[in-house]
Antibody, heavy 120, light 109 residues
């Protein structure tokens, strides 16, 4: 079965760090474009970052310089390292696969999400 | 990186059709035929309903259709059913970034 399972969310103080993981099964992470998308409580979806199959990475302006997307090929896992966290980073974080072909822009597989709360 | 513009809410009665618009710019919706639409029920992950503007993934009802004209994409749901009540988001590829609309809450009356 093709699926994504996120983990690593939790409560962290402002200025702190957290690393999210997204374990994939049924397909190969490194062969696909993979993204992180977040959703603040009661708000809409916000694209956060993408890693291309070739390894290039891109970020939303709101997280550039603070977040790092990466993957571990042998573990078939996607990561999001989040540093210098702010209250406005509080959200459910989803990992998602870009399906059909690399630049389709279509997220066909989503994880269940992991909640990150930034608060003192 | 501004969000795409969607109406905050739409409503319709069972059996009717509704259309949700998604307005971007010539740098995103207008430049790429890569608009996708997502359905999200409360507490659930989003589900892909339309990709490449008008294509339906396997398993998605043909009551859902998409189109685009200039910088505006649209999602039409025909034969509204109670289970269609959800939030709907458009999304556009924009080169090295991606942007979502603010979301539209669909109420089935």
């Amino acid at each position: 079965e093709v699926q994504l399972v996120e983990s690593g969310g939790g409560l962290v103080q402002p200025g702190g760090s957290l690393r999210l993981s997204c374990a994939a099964s049924g397909f190969t992470v490194s062969s696909n474009y993979m993204s992180w998308v977040r959703q603040a409580p009661g708000k809409g979806l916000e694209w956060v970052s993408v890693i291309y199959s070739g390894g290039s990475t891109y970020y939303a302006d709101s997280v550039k310089g603070r977040f790092t997307i990466s993957r571990h090929n042998s573990k078939n896992t996607l990561y999001l390292q989040m540093n210098s966290l702010r209250a406005e980073d509080t959200a459910v974080y989803y990992c998602a696969r870009v399906g059909y072909y690399d630049s389709s822009g279509a997220f066909d597989i989503w994880g269940q999400g992991t909640m990150v709360t930034v608060s003192s | 990186q501004s969000a795409l513009t969607q109406p905050a809410s739409v409503s319709g009665s069972p059996g009717q059709s509704i259309t949700i618009s998604c307005t971007g710019t010539s740098s995103d919706v207008g430049s790429y035929n890569l608009v996708s639409w997502y359905q999200q029920h409360p507490g659930k992950a989003p589900k892909l309903m339309i990709y490449e503007g008008s294509k339906r993934p396997s398993g998605v009802s043909n009551r859902f259709s998409g189109s685009k004209s200039g910088n505006t994409a649209s999602l039409t749901i025909s034969g509204l059913q109670a289970e269609d009540e959800a939030d709907y988001y458009c999304c556009s590829y924009a080169g090295s970034s991606t942007m979502f609309g603010g979301g539209t809450q669909l109420t089935v009356l």
